[in-house]
């Protein structure tokens, strides 16, 4: 089944330290995102990327970032100048080649930054 | 701007009743717009979407939603609700096919036995 996988599910690091969240897609879209969930705020955009080698910040891109090195794949890094990181993470996808095309996500990656 | 506005972060109601999750939108043109739901721990699946044509639109699990032009209003309806609605449920609009999404803040439905 094609889909998109996220790993780890859950991911603790001590402050200071940078963490790289994983994104794989089987779904051969050309698109992918990375949105941030908080409780009570909904999903914010942090970086998105519409072909490889290419992406765009979002609206909260600070302390941040990513690479689209493969069609397949998006990792997120989130770097110790990010001032709170603790929060679940959301990668999606996208067929920006089809007219309408929903967003299809991942499972999330909750991180823990303590 | 685009902004989604839903009325409620909490709605519950009980088994068998009507379920109404109220979402509002801002846009200055025909927006493409979404409803997606979101269980515990897991990432969000597409209930409904509305794109062109039709302004009833119906998806899954026995949900519809319609869109209103003229009161910038897409909300989300079910008649009767089960214990498994339970979740959280995101309304969302869009400018482009594909295109990155803006969220509303969410809401929390509850369904009573």
């Known amino acids: 089944d094609g889909g998109i996988t996220q790993s780890p599910k859950y991911l603790f690091r001590k402050e200071g330290q940078n963490v790289t969240l994983s994104c794989e897609q089987n779904?051969?879209?050309?698109?992918m995102y990375w949105y941030r969930q908080d409780p009570g705020q909904g999903l914010r955009l942090i970086y998105y990327?519409?072909?490889?080698?290419?992406?765009q910040k979002g609206d909260i891109a600070e302390g941040y970032s990513v690479s689209r090195e493969k069609k397949e794949s998006f990792p997120l890094t989130v770097t110790s100048a990010q001032k709170n990181p603790t929060a679940f993470y959301l990668c999606?996808?996208?067929?920006?080649?089809?007219?309408?095309?929903?967003?299809?996500f991942g499972n999330g990656t909750r991180l823990t930054v303590t | 701007a685009q902004s989604v506005t839903q009325l409620g972060s909490h709605v519950s109601v009980s088994e068998g009743a009507l379920v109404l999750l109220r979402c509002n939108y801002s846009s200055s043109v025909p927006p493409y717009l979404f409803w997606y739901v979101q269980y515990p721990n897991q990432g969000l699946q597409l209930l409904l979407k509305y794109t062109t044509g039709a302004t009833l639109v119906k998806g899954i699990n026995g949900f519809e939603a319609e869109f209103k032009k003229s009161e910038t209003s897409f909300h989300l309806t079910k008649p009767s609700a089960h214990m498994s609605d339970a979740a959280e449920y995101f309304c969302?609009?869009?400018?482009?096919?594909?295109?990155?999404?803006?969220f509303g803040q969410g809401t929390e439905l509850s369904v009573k036995p």
């Open positions: 999606a996808s996208s067929d920006i080649g089809q007219s309408k095309s929903p967003l299809h």
């Open positions: 990327s519409q072909i490889v080698n290419d992406f």
């Open positions: 779904l051969n879209h050309d698109a």
């Open positions: 969302a609009v869009s400018l482009l096919a594909g295109g990155k999404l803006i």
